[in-house]
Structures are given as C-alpha cells and as structure tokens.
C-alpha cells in the first residue's frame, strides 16, 4: 500500500513551451503533497507543499508563477512549469503525506520521478 | 532553520563489511524524526530507516542501524554485512512539524559503493 504514481516518467520538450507533471496518490488520501527538485549528482530540494483545496506554499526562491501547483483532490496534485527553459531541466519528485497517518506509517511517500529535459 | 550535513560526499565497503555513514543535523525544534533514505539509480527514494528524537533507543531495521546522539545533535548509518545492492546514493533527512504543517530537509547525500 501507500503508492505514489508520476507521469509522465521522462518529459521533453522545446523552450517556450509548457510542461504539466501529475502525482497521484494511487491506494490512499494524501492531505499534503510536497514537489521536490534534484539536479544531477545534488540532493533533493523542497519546492513547494499543497494541500488539497488551498494555495500552495513556495519554498524561498522558487517562483510561484513559473512552478504552477495545484491540488484539487486528496489523490491529484499537479505541477506545471510554464514557459519552460533549458535552466528547467531536473529531475522532480513529489512525495504524499497520508491522511489520518499512524505513528508506524512513513511520513512521505514518494514518486518515482519525472525527468524534464528542456531544449 | 534546520539544517542536515552529511560530510562524506562518497564510501566505498567490501562486500560482507560494515561501513558507516555520517551525518549531523541542527534544529531548534524538540520535536523532530530523522531518516536515512536510499537512492539507486532508478532514482525512487526509499526509505531505510527512522528515528523519533524523543526515543533514546537507535533504531534498528535487520542489517541497518543507527548511532543517535541527540546531544551532539549526530545521526550516522551502519550498514552491516554489505551487499551489492546496497550500492546507492544516501540521504539523511530531518523532518519538523510546525504548527501543523511539516518540512523534510536533506543532506547532500553519500554515495555508497560496495565493492565485491
């Protein structure tokens, strides 16, 4: 139990362009949905947190209006990079905090990832 | 603002061995969890084990155990009999929870190799 789905796995796509990458919360309701953004050989970086129904929280530095998220459902939460550029090329992650979590359950639940490659 | 060191950017162990990776972290908060997560070369993070700061016992799971010093605000991983796929990228993460919401915060990672 406790899977997170993310497609697409590999993106690529031309400058300018936008590029839409869903995380699913496949067998459980997340109330909280966090994007993560991992450069070659680099850690992992919070980029924002959702939570189903209300705005989402942007870490320090990350622009809101490049990095769209939306969270319309305990099980749906997207990112969006709007107007894509090569600097845009990463690797992201979403992870799915449960809702209702026990004191034994994972605190995250993490996607496989989607690689975005930006020509 | 928490942060995570993991000061051993690469380590290598022979197959059978234990090997020990490092990490220190820094919060101002008294309650928090503290992890180890593993990542192959598929990239899917999973987790290896976790520890509550208010539990002086470490955590064990089967070969994977940790060295928690609260004090020394330290947290290191041993591996004990290393196999080949334990060959990954390692992250120590700490975890705070503030006024209901909740942030995870990783180290740079240590890239595990396992020599046979």
């Known amino acids: 139990g406790a899977v997170v789905s993310q497609h697409p796995s590999w993106v690529i796509c031309k400058s300018g362009t936008s590029v839409k990458i869903e995380c699913r919360s496949l067998?459980?309701?997340?109330?909280?949905m966090f994007w993560y953004r991992q450069f070659p050989k680099q850690s992992l970086m919070l980029m924002a947190t959702?939570?189903?129904?209300?705005?989402?929280?942007?870490e320090q530095g990350v622009e809101k209006d490049k990095f769209l998220i939306n969270h319309a459902s305990l099980t749906l939460s997207t990112l969006t990079v709007t107007s894509a550029h090569p600097e845009d090329s990463s690797f992201y992650i979403c992870?799915?905090?449960?809702?209702?979590?026990?004191?034994?359950?994972?605190?995250?639940?993490f996607g496989p990832g989607t690689r975005l490659l930006v020509l | 603002a928490q942060t995570v060191t993991q000061s051993q950017p690469e380590m290598s162990v022979q197959e059978a061995e234990t090997v020990t990776l490092s990490c220190t972290y820094d919060?101002?908060?008294?309650?928090?969890?503290l992890f180890w997560y593993k990542q192959p070369p598929s990239r899917q993070m999973i987790l290896v084990i976790r520890?509550?700061?208010?539990?002086?016992q470490n955590a064990t799971e089967n070969r994977f155990s940790v060295n928690f010093q609260k004090a020394a605000k330290s947290f290191s991983l041993k591996i004990s009999d290393s196999q080949l796929g334990d060959a990954a990228m390692y992250f120590c993460?700490?975890?705070?929870?503030?006024?209901?919401?909740?942030?995870?915060?990783f180290g740079k990672g240590t890239k595990l190799t396992v020599n046979p």
């Open positions: 520890q509550e700061a208010y539990k002086q």
């Open positions: 959702s939570n189903e129904g209300s705005k989402a929280t942007y």
């Open positions: 993460a700490s975890l705070e929870v503030q006024g209901g919401s909740e942030k995870l915060v």
């Open positions: 067998d459980f309701q997340a109330t909280t």
């Open positions: 919060t101002s908060e008294s309650d928090y969890y």
């Open positions: 992870s799915a905090s449960l809702l209702r979590r026990r004191w034994d359950q994972e605190t995250q639940y």
